[in-house]
């Protein structure tokens, strides 16, 4: 008999397909033919099953499904260390929008996703929830440079670089949208600022139109107790009780940061099947709150994460916003058990991509799931002795342990070199921005 050819089998001494959940191969490998994967086997079986045309033998890794990025503004990636040290309004108000109103443009958001997607792929991260002006540039980045992207479609009440009415947000909105379908590696979000920046009637339109499409909101939400109660004393209403009037408390939202909730309001967001996009490292910084993360994980609650941004962040890695989202959970619960390691480490894969309605695309090692794949090294003496490969993965493990990475089976980090990157010509592009910023702040 003869065998059937695969395009590439990728062993490695621990497999976390991540669904099942906690789940862990050892010497196992997988199979990928034409972008998707075919078979998760024993190494002993390969050769009795597959002609691989290639195969990569990763001893002392562990396999893995790519990261997703939930919450993030990449062209942001220029601010890296703007206006450190500040609470969230006058970081907005006095730094950053005034630098958008400065900077903002083309040439600014496809230079900071450049800077940003080589970073997140060196980091293992394989899809982003994009979220920023110039869409459709980000989207014509990220389909040159091959990585998976849901591109957030910005709507505002004020005037910006990339539209001047609320009316040409929306115009804009639908024909990036539109643009965008025929990229099976990209999605759309409609993704509205925050309740304090967006009115009613647009949040209204926002419903229709996220109903019509099929496509998630993807909202700055309760971000601190400050917009919360500001709300409540200018309104009388807290901002998740707006929502609900208003028919947004669905299974569309994706709320971002949820730092202050009371208990109805945890429940409503069960009940209504809202996903979260927790963002401890931006929410630690600007010192905006704790998300309940256990508290809405056992409420039911899908909760994904992200890194918001490099102003609020300073870096994209999602091997360290893992690490601080589970050992924040367990002091914000009063519990050590609270945020295990394999539900965090879920959280970071399967959880956003169910958030964003693709988990039957991505965000585990399933057969017929694109190959969106990564491997960590975990054979060094500051990763060893090893018990249980995915404790080590979430509290022992870096980003600069990520050797391989692969989006529908195509490579882009080959044994921690970036393919598709000059890093040089990054560097020296992002020196240059930092020059004219600096120069004209």
Known sequence: ?????IDLLIEAEWVIPVQPHGLVLADHAVA???GRIVAILPQAEVLLRYRPRQ???RPGHALLPGLMNLHAHSPMSLMR???DDLPLMRWLHEHVWPVEAKFVGAEFVRDGVRLAAAEMLRGG????????????VAAATYAEIGMRAAIGLPIIEF???WAQTIDEYFDKCLAVHDAVRGNARQITTLAPHAPYTVSDQSFERIRVLSDQLDIPVHLHLHETQFEVEDAFSRTGERPIARLRRLGLLNPHLLAVHMTALNDSEIA???????SVAHCPESNLKLASGFCPVEKLRRAGINVALGTDGCASNNDLDMFGELRTAALL????AADASALDAASALRMATWCGARALGIDAEVGSIEVGKAADLITLKLDQFDTLPIYNAISQVVYASNRRDVRDVWIEGVRKLDDGQLLDFDVAELAQMARGWGDRIRALR
């Open 1 to 5: 008999m003869t065998l059937p050819f």
């Open 32 to 34: 990928v033919d034409r």
């Open 55 to 57: 195969t990569v033998s």
């Open 81 to 83: 260390g703007l206006a």
């Open 125 to 136: 991260t394989t899809l982003v929830n994009e979220n920023y002006f110039f869409p459709e």
């Open 159 to 161: 005037p910006s670089a």
């Open 268 to 274: 409503q967001c069960a009940e209504a099947g809202v």
């Open 329 to 332: 959970a367990k002091a914000v």
